[in-house]
């Protein structure tokens, strides 16, 4: 028995109609979400940009960012200034923190000048200067924020990752990964950007030695890693300019 | 009568161990070796799979009539498909914390072939409520053999559980570690997943022998 499912006009049309449910559906949900989708990430960017700068709540091991609900009021209370440095150019614009820094990359490898975002926060009568970094890991996109001293030397750091693999790589994001930077050096001595690695077996697990420029690596990660190494140098060297005008 | 007749819960029973869909039909395999490092992805995976091979059995159950044979698998991947992605979307606008641990998943989800398996073997000769049984035992018994996997790798590999340091801490050398022992960093490699489901595989097919193939 031939059923009427199998006619070569029945298949036509049921896939024409299946496509055509399934793309509005999609394109209505994706739309009439998209508000609040935004606005959740706008949330998110003042939560690790806070993060970075110490502004969380951190218990002893997790990593716990100030509550939604307050993000907005502790970012206009804590970030100070908000810089996007073009060039020599330096303006002071209060959605900084909106650029978007993968466009930002694809216009300096077009030959147009970056954006350079930079928000400048005080707490407990110190200032943190906090950066946004993006690069590559394994899979997908990684980004983060660090905040360093007027001498590049970090403070705190966020990292955070589209699709790293679980228990491996996404790692990145845990507390004992991102505390590591702290007090790591980003200049050496003589003031020339050097950047911090992410090495294997550097001997110094603990992560006592804060002047060698590296970090414990995540067993397993090893790509995910690089890349943190990468971004920290690629997108962090070109906040020396701002810093030698800081200490003269 | 019972909620569930006997034929019905053989549908939940069987894919728990003598047809689990890892160990005796070799599906998911892929799914098991990726996020296995961690029993914490571990859970979220099986639990995300739990409620897509359901909702989604259903969905192709319901449909099986109308869907032209041609293209069939198509078809079930679309379904599966919008179904992922539009819960993605919905905890992405309203619980943007967990959408953020799940998101990982997603790709996973949609490429697992025992969602595929189960719709093409399943939900398209089956009517609902049996697709949907059918759908929740494979998903446990997928759920079941991730857990195990992921428990081991990640005591064995991290000396951890969910994150907690049931062994002692490597670093300061307390615990387990004072004795000298050491984390088997081998276990968080993905070929180790592979050698732990093989030794389940094993462990149940001693156990029951009418599970060996005859060549």
């Known amino acids: ?248 | 009568m019972a909620l569930i007749s006997k034929k019905d819960a053989a549908l939940i029973k069987d894919p728990l161990l003598d047809n689990n869909p890892i160990t005796i039909q070799v599906l998911g395999i892929c799914s098991a070796l990726a996020i296995t490092a961690e029993l914490k992805a571990s859970i979220v995976m099986s639990v995300s799979v739990l409620f897509v091979l359901g909702l989604g059995n259903v969905v192709i159950s319901l449909m099986r009539n109308i869907i032209p044979s041609k293209i069939r698998i198509i078809v079930q991947l679309i379904v599966v498909a919008t179904l992922v992605i539009i819960v993605d979307l919905v905890l992405k606008a309203f619980a943007y914390e967990l959408s953020k641990t799940l998101s990982v998943f997603v790709g996973l989800i949609i490429t697992n072939c025992i969602i595929m398996g189960r719709f093409e073997a399943f939900a398209l000769g089956n009517g609902p409520w049996r697709s949907f049984l059918d759908g929740i035992g494979n998903a446990v018994g997928y759920g079941v053999i991730l857990i195990a996997v992921g428990f081991f790798r990640e005591l064995l590999g991290s000396g951890t559980l969910l994150g907690f340091k049931v062994l002692g801490d490597p670093i300061e050398k307390t615990g387990l570690y004072a004795f000298g022992y050491e984390n088997n960093g081998f276990m968080l490699l993905s070929p180790m997943a592979l050698i732990v489901v093989g030794i389940i595989i094993w462990i149940q097919r001693t156990k029951n022998k009418s599970l060996i193939e005859e060549n």
């Open chain 1, 1 to 248: 028995m031939s059923k009427r499912t199998d006619s070569n006009g029945y298949t036509m049309i049921f896939a024409v109609v299946m496509v055509l449910i399934v793309g509005s559906l999609l394109a209505f949900m994706a739309s009439s979400l998209k508000p609040n989708i935004k606005e959740n990430q706008r949330i998110e960017k003042q939560q690790n940009i806070l993060y970075a700068m110490g502004v969380n709540e951190n218990d002893e091991s997790s990593a716990t960012f100030v509550s939604t609900s307050v993000a907005g009021e502790e970012f206009k209370k804590y970030i100070k200034k908000q810089l996007v440095i073009e060039g020599d150019k330096i303006t002071e614009s209060d959605d900084a923190y909106l650029i978007d820094i993968k466009k930002q990359k694809t216009n300096a490898k077009n030959g147009k000048t970056r954006k350079l975002p930079l928000f400048i926060g005080e707490k407990d009568g110190k200032t943190f200067y906090v950066a946004p970094i993006y690069g590559k890991g394994l899979w997908d996109a990684i980004w983060g924020y660090v905040s360093m001293d007027e001498n590049m030397v970090v403070q705190g750091a966020y990292f955070d990752h589209k699709g790293e693999t679980p228990g491996l790589g996404a790692n990145i994001k845990q507390r004992y990964f991102m505390d590591d930077f702290n007090g790591e050096h980003l200049l050496t001595e003589a003031g020339d950007f050097k950047g911090i690695t992410v090495a294997k077996g550097n001997n110094d697990p603990k992560n006592d030695d804060k002047n060698d420029y590296e970090v414990d690596a995540i067993a397993g990660a090893t790509i995910t890693g690089d890349g943190v190494s990468a971004m920290i140098k690629s997108d962090l060297s070109l906040y020396v300019p701002y810093f030698k005008t800081l200490n003269p």
